[in-house]
Every structure is written in C-alpha cells, then in structure tokens.
C-alpha cells in the first residue's frame, strides 16, 4: 500500500513538472521564432522564457487549487 502512495506522489510531481515544462518552451520557441522572424536577436527569446516560467507557475497553483477543491468534494 505505501508503494502506491509513493507512486501516485511521484505521478503528480512528474505531471506538474512536465506542465511547467512544456508552457516554459512552448513560449521560449515562440519567442525565438518571432527573433527570427524580427530580426530582434534576444528580446522575445528573452520575453517568451520569463512569460513561460509566470505562465508554467500559474498553471501550476491552479492545478494545486483544483486539486484541493477535489479533495474537498469527497
């Protein structure tokens, strides 16, 4: 029993993670594309990474906030 416990922990950290980590390059890639695109070197590459590290917190307090409403519910 404490074996899934431990693993449904580590199944909520990954997913977290891996949230974070997707907002933070999706907007680092975008902010390199409209560089390219612009001709601006490092100024929306610079924009879209700290857009995406307050983007990727974002969703991770709500995520925790819907999580918390759920557990409410039982």
Do not use: C
């Not at 980590?21 to 610079?46: E, K, Q």
Request: aromatic share 10%; hydrophobic share 55%; proline share 1%.
């Amino acid at each position: 029993m404490k074996d899934r416990k431990g693993l449904a922990i580590f199944s909520l950290v990954s997913a977290f993670a891996f949230s974070m980590l997707l907002t933070i390059a999706g907007l680092l890639i975008f902010g390199v594309m409209m560089d390219g695109w612009l001709g601006t070197t490092p100024l929306f590459t610079v924009i879209g990474g700290i857009l995406g590290v307050f983007g990727g917190v974002y969703n991770l307090i709500r995520q925790i906030i819907r999580m918390e409403e759920n557990d409410g519910k039982d």
